[in-house]
Structures are given as C-alpha cells and as structure tokens.
C-alpha cells in the first residue's frame, strides 16, 4: 500500500474543488428564447432546482421544462438552461455528495 502524506492529501482535495467548474448545458426548443425582450423571474423566466443523491447518479425530483413553460403561460420557442451554481455546489460539498442539486432555468 502507497503511503501519502496528509500535506499530499490535502493539497489534492483542494486542487479539485478549486479546479473543478460550473457544468453548464443550454438546449433551444424551436427558435429559442426572445433575444430583445427584458428577461423578468416569473413573467417569462422561471428557475428550479432539481435534486440528486449520490453525486447525481440517483434522481430524486427533476423539473419538467414542459411544466414550467406551462407555468408561464405556454410557448413554442423558448430555452433550457441547467448547471451546477455555486450554490449547489457548496450544497453538495456540505452533504458529502449525497445530496447534490442542480438548477435550471426556463426563458422563453
């Protein structure tokens, strides 16, 4: 068995949380959100979080972005948005990873 030194350990757990980035992933349905109108929560913008166990590998509750167009009043065209903010990080850091949400975010 390889013997590291707690020094070693350390600077490798802080490596990769600080090296690690916001996962990102935009899909456009139709022709996508409205680029010239003002962006407003709850008028034709609504944000949710979904949530995970086990660093993502077991869903627990996911938005439906159909749902949430619906909640705004319906649209063909409009964007899906979902990441890991930094608050959903630091949410998963805190539980160990076995509770790690994401949010996502509907424009239309």
């Known amino acids: 068995m390889i013997k590291r030194p707690p020094i070693m350990m350390a600077v490798l757990f ?4 600080l090296l690690s980035s916001c ?6 349905v139709g022709e996508g959100a409205k680029a010239n109108i003002e962006k407003v929560e709850g008028l ?3 944000t ?3 949530h995970y166990s086990i660093g993502g590998l077991i869903r627990i509750k996911a938005s439906d972005s159909k749902e949430t167009v619906d909640e705004l009043g319906g649209a063909k065209d ?5 990441r890991h903010t930094l ?5 998963g850091l805190a ?3 076995l ?3 994401t949010t996502t975010t509907v424009t239309k």
Request: proline share 3%; net charge positive; aromatic share 16%.
């Open 44 to 46: 034709n913008k609504k």
């Open 87 to 91: 608050i959903n990080i630091i949410v």
């Open 78 to 82: 409009y964007n899906v948005r979902t």
């Open 99 to 101: 509770y790690t949400p």
């Open 23 to 28: 996962y990102s992933y935009t899909s456009v």
């Open 95 to 97: 539980s160990a990873g």
């Open 14 to 17: 802080t490596a990769s949380v």
């Open 48 to 50: 949710k979080w979904n």
